[in-house]
């Protein structure tokens, strides 16, 4: 059967999370690309709800700035005081008012729930016309966790948490995952009756499946197939697991979708990113943000890349990019640092030890060594010489260059911008260009060379260069006898 689109979701993410010892409010910790809440809001989504309603309370400001720029989307309702999970949805029902039909709740900090779950639990709750379903999990270690009593016969009586239950329920397996589905006219009813007489004082959700029980209602539990899904963050340890299984998850979809990952172990991408076909990334590599990598492309080892995106059949090696565009065929690294707006053209290279920055460099053209190009333009099939420098900085404002088509600009140029250098132009090896040079000629600026014939053995005598120097003459004056001659005063 097709599952009924929820009248709302509510999440609820008004708790401190204490035990994540953090300045960072629990549900904005960050695995896989997204905060803990948004991947729980993203399974949401999924569901297609009339409305997404995300509880909030501690550390209010820092979500709700999270929260309105990321998921623009969701209601957030403020839970002031926090007096319970019942107390929660209340105060959400009391801040929205009514509403009829399904009313799916969850948490902020279950980052691995999938919507297929969900999906299964609302089917059951629509199959089976339940007041209440509660999706439970069997675990191996209960402890924590509100247990699912049930009877004889496995009907759902109740959940009692953990510090309100008897030594034979605390031996119970199957947990409550905190995620529900309700009638929305029947919780808001139950919720009034709801009191604060548990170990804990507060409002308690779970009691509402004993109400709606006592009252005739059908009350029913769906298992989750994986008791990991259900699992929360709670502290640091349980975000790394959570990180990890997630990850592992994105790595298996981008291998059944044709993409080799060398080492699933030091992989790590996030849910956002992007790959072909044959596709291949090396060990010890992360892809973040929103990230592409085309058909073919190789990346890594070792590499870092953000926002970034690879052409096909590119080569991207030992390499952090940040908001670059790779063009396909091109070839990166190793060790290139690519900061934002970099865009290398089809099979342009940027080598060893060569940082860019907002830069656009042509295809077929190379930036193969030691240099640091930033606010430039290349044209193509230009080669920029080792040690090359594009100064683009004069100590208050930044300048571009433009360099045109098949240019050559020899080693160790200092390209001072504002700058331009024309189409099939040269520059000499060492110079400092700080003027304009048309297309096709050759800028040389630079000191001219002067030897000083005789200088090491005149004033650095007895050293083991004079030494040397003594010898090379000796030997230019005696060709060929290959006997070591003596003296042979310099000039
Ligand atoms: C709750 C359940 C327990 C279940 C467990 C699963 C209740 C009474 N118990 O226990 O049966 O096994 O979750 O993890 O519901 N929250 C608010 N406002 C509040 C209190 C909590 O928004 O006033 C939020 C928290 O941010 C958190 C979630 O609700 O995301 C659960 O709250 P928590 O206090 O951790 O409940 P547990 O004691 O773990
Ligand atoms: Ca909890």
Redesign the pocket.
Known sequence: MSVPRPAAVIV??????TRMKSKTP??LHEISGRALVDHMLTAARALGPERLIV????AREQVEGHLSAVSPDARLVV?E????????VRTVLEAVGPIDGTVLVT????PLLRAETLRGLLERHAEDGNAVTVLTAVVPDPA????IVRDDAGAVLE?V??KDATPEQRAIAE????VYAFDGALLARALRRVGAANA?G??????VLAILREDGHRVGAHVAADHVE?E?V?DRVQLSFARRVLNDRILRDHMRAGVTVVDPATTWIDVDVTMEPDAVVHPGTQLKGVTRVGAGAEVGPHSTLTDTVVGEEAVVRNTVGEGAEIGPGATVGPFAYLRPGTVLGRKGKIGAYVETKNATIGEGSKVPHLTYVGDATIGEGSNIGAASVFVNYDGVSKHRTVVGDHVRVGSDTMLVAPVTIGDGAYTAAGSVITNDVPPGAMAVARGRQRNIEGWVVRRRAGSSSAEAAERAAADRDDPGDGVRADGGAPR
Do not use: F, P, W
Request: proline share 0%; hydrophobic share 25%.
């Open positions: 609820l993410a008004a708790g401190e999370g629990k549900v509880v909030i309370g501690h839970q005081k926090r007096n319970g999970t019942g107390h929660a948490y902020g900090d279950t924590g966790y509100g247990r959940i948490e953990e947990m409550n995952s905190g804990q507060e409002e308690y959700l779970t009691d259900v929360g709670n």
